[in-house]
């Protein structure tokens, strides 16, 4: 990996993660208004259902690719990196296969399961459709976390976040705007270009894996992790992953089948529109998931509690507005996706909420995970997923999109104390939640007031939100830099081109 600046890492996942989330968001935008709420619903199911598993076939080797490349990196050795990479790659590679071949061959049963009796046949034929993807989707996952390792920060960036939903933003838009096509046909074109951007990242690591592999004779036995060590620490992370994956589609697919296609699209909307709104947290466990790995291999806990506090702190002042401006100007947000998915601007609300408080708890999953204490996440997730599918069973039939934002906010309260619990009383990173307070103040006055005060004074229309935007933004800007210091952010003001100057 290159050697680059926390802050200009953190800078670049940031862009990267930012455009993904909009051309995210744009892909609802244009499914949810050429579909229709019942359309928007059926192509969310298939996304769903494709997600968990390319997801689970990863087998949580994100997290062990990260920790041992960092490990070997922070005692300045070489030759090993090849064999992490290949000790993900083999496994995924067979595993992900075996179960595209049981998915094709149980794919009308499977379709019977999924969806009603009326789309069975059709879901049937799109799992067989999806069955050449899924293994694309779990190894192009793998090689993008080692293209992160091995190529640094832009690279990975490039590659996940803006050139591959990009071109599924094109795919979809060209299908549901020239091709006529309904939720099944969308959903094709959005697994498209997943053979072409899989070569691309193939050719992106080759370089910098085969010079590793040319200096293998430099790494002993002593020094370098064994395929059992490897999988020793990803076993307790596969299973973690994939409960996290089905924490996070299983309400949708459970919507959709206790209560309507309807009532599943209105709900992925306003949870894609809120998850948009994880961009800072994702850039920042990019650019800082390394570091804080070889902190806790060097079992320096004062360094790691700084550098948590200073990037939550980060955390909070940039994806606060975003959630504050979905409370405040709620309508306006979902009036982009269809007229029919303003009804959820109340669920939205608890569901930003809950994203507010798991923003200001920080990096707790990344320093259990660096921390080598994936088990303890592993119990966590189960404990939330079993929460999650409990409360939408209980509560679904009886309050629809509401008691399944209810399940959210308490899952995610939940999943969030435990493992902050964990974080402070045991692996010894103090969270020190009295240092987040001033960070929280601007985003909730200028956002969250101001917002409220543009929707009672001139409505929820788009241009208003657009103006009333824009405007909020510039005083937040000029907020920040007044309160550079006392907010400790003269260092993200310097990385600005030009202004950064007089920061």
């Not at 922070?74 to 090993?80: N, T």
Request: glycine share 10%; aromatic share 10%.
């Amino acid at each position: 990996m290159k050697s680059e600046g926390l802050a200009r890492s953190g800078l670049i996942s940031l862009f990267g993660s930012a455009f993904a989330a909009l051309a995210a968001l744009l892909l609802t935008a244009i499914v949810g208004n050429t579909l229709g709420a019942d359309g928007t619903g059926l192509f969310f199911q298939a996304m769903g259902v494709f997600t968990i598993l390319t997801q689970v076939l990863r087998l949580g080797t994100n997290s062990g690719i990260v920790r041992y490349i960092a490990e070997q990196r922070a005692f300045h050795r070489a030759g090993a990196e090849w064999r992490i990479v290949m000790f993900a790659v083999g496994p995924v590679a067979v595993i992900s296969g075996l179960v595209s071949l049981g998915v094709w061959l149980l794919a009308d049963a499977l379709g019977a399961w999924l969806a009603t009796p009326e789309d069975a046949a059709a879901m049937a034929d799109l799992l067989r459709a999806m069955v050449p993807y899924v293994v694309m989707g779990a190894l192009i996952g793998v090689l993008q976390i080692g293209a992160r390792m091995l190529r640094g920060v832009a690279a990975f960036t490039l590659l996940q976040s803006i050139l591959l939903p990009a071109s599924r933003l094109l795919t979809v838009l060209l299908a549901v705007s020239f091709a006529g096509v309904a939720a099944w046909g969308a959903f094709e074109a959005w697994l498209l270009p997943l053979p072409f951007w899989l070569i691309v990242t193939v050719a992106t690591i080759a370089m910098p894996f085969v010079r590793d592999f040319r200096r293998r004779g430099e790494s002993t036995r002593e020094t370098r992790p064994t395929f059992s060590g490897f999988w020793r620490f990803n076993a307790p992370r596969t299973v973690s992953s994939g409960l996290e994956t089905a924490l996070e589609w299983s309400d949708v697919l459970i919507i959709a089948a206790l209560a309507s296609p309807s009532s599943a699209g209105v709900y992925a909307v306003i949870t894609r529109a809120v998850r948009a709104g994880g961009v800072v947290d994702k850039a920042m466990r990019v650019a800082v998931s390394p570091t804080i790995s070889a902190l806790l291999a060097r079992e320096d806990y004062r360094e790691s509690t700084r550098l948590h506090t200073s990037v939550v702190r980060a955390m909070i002042l940039m994806n606060w507005p975003f959630y504050m401006l979905l409370v405040s100007m709620g309508p306006a947000v979902l009036g982009i996706f269809g007229a029919e998915f303003r009804s959820g601007w109340g669920p939205m609300v608890l569901l930003s909420l809950a994203m507010m408080f798991q923003t200001a708890c920080g990096m707790l999953q990344s320093i259990l995970l660096q921390g080598g204490k994936s088990t303890w996440q592993m119990y966590n997730k189960a404990i939330a997923l079993g929460l999650s599918i409990g409360g939408n069973l209980a509560l679904v039939p009886l309050l629809g999109v509401w008691g399944a934002a209810v399940t959210w906010m308490i899952v995610v309260v939940t999943d969030n104390l435990i493992a902050a619990v964990q974080v402070h009383h045991r692996m010894h990173v103090d969270l020190q939640p009295t240092r987040l307070i001033a960070p929280m103040l601007p985003p909730v006055l200028v956002f969250g007031g101001g917002g409220f005060l543009v929707t009672w004074w001139a409505g929820s229309s788009l241009i208003v939100l657009l103006l009333a935007g824009a405007a909020l933004c510039v005083v937040y800007a000029a907020v920040l830099w007044l309160l550079r210091r006392p907010l400790h952010v003269e260092t993200l003001w310097r990385r600005i081109p030009f202004i950064g100057r007089w920061a």
